[in-house]
């Protein structure tokens, strides 16, 4: 992809969320704000309770906030829809009645409920190969390994073409080869398709592999403290400055 110039896709501005314990507030989101820009991967990287999965769900419309605003493309975010896919952490997302093939036609049918079949049978067919499962349409979940699973998972956020794909640490409960074999399938689709994507992560070496820019939340704050443009895209444990801005990224999550 060229750089070129970019459009804003997705605005986050000043988002406070918070709940009540004993009569006092706790915030799990203060004066949260991002941008994205279409075209790019952009990682939120913090540790376990900094807020960054309450960020992403609130991106998505799934939970309410208290104040602030989501917009996407200069509209508000009120709901999920289509234009907005999330891939959860979970292998096992995919719904196990229907086979692969199925599950990927399915948020197609959904989005264009008028189409011919053949629109649906080409789409399914086209993800699959995509994502490197062709020949796979017909197996359930349950007949995939967890690495198969998450590549149909991807495969069939692709399907009904969202403007935004949300990603919720979608490879972390896969073994370590698969983890880097489905973050050079993002990278790969990404240069394909030209995908917008927001990542959460708590691991620093993926966000390092596939972001523009990675989002640092502090610990506890519920905001983020740092946007570091990130210059290791695609690249893996390469020179001592990777392993400085490894230990600078650290430094920040853990303070």
């Known amino acids: ?46 540790a376990s309770g900094c807020g960054k999965t309450t960020a992403l769900n609130v991106i998505g419309g799934f939970e309410k906030i208290d104040s602030g605003q989501v917009l996407l493309h200069g509209e508000k975010i009120k709901a999920p829809s289509f234009s907005m896919i999330m891939v959860f952490q979970d ?27 053949a629109f649906y049978e080409k789409k399914a067919c086209d993800m699959l190969e995509q994502v490197g499962l062709e020949g796979y349409g017909n197996y359930y979940p349950h007949e995939l390994s967890g690495g198969m699973r998450q590549r149909g998972a991807i495969a069939r956020a ?17 073994d370590a080869i698969t983890r880097d074999s489905l973050q050079d399938l993002l990278l790969g689709i990404w240069k394909d398709k ?3 994507v927001v990542f959460v992560t708590h691991d620093i070496e993926e966000a390092l592999y596939i972001s523009d820019r990675i989002l640092i939340m502090g610990k506890e704050s519920g905001k983020v403290e ?28 853990m303070a």
């Open 158 to 174: 692709l399907a009904s073409e969202p403007d935004l794909i949300l990603m919720d640490e979608p490879f972390a409960n896969v």
């Open 226 to 253: 740092r946007i570091a443009k990130n210059e290791w895209k695609g690249l893996r444990k390469t020179k001592e400055d990777y392993f400085d801005e490894k230990e600078r990224i650290k430094n920040e999550i």
């Open 1 to 46: 992809m060229g750089n070129g110039r970019m459009n804003t896709a997705l605005q986050a501005i000043n988002i406070t969320k918070k709940y009540f314990k004993d009569g006092e507030p706790k915030f799990i989101l203060r004066d949260f704000s991002m941008e994205v820009q279409e075209g790019q991967i952009i990682s939120i990287l913090g």
């Open 91 to 117: 292998s096992h997302q995919l719904f196990p009645w229907l086979d692969l093939h199925d599950n990927i036609a399915m948020p197609v049918k959904k989005r264009y409920p008028k189409k011919p079949k």
């Open 194 to 196: 030209g995908l917008t």
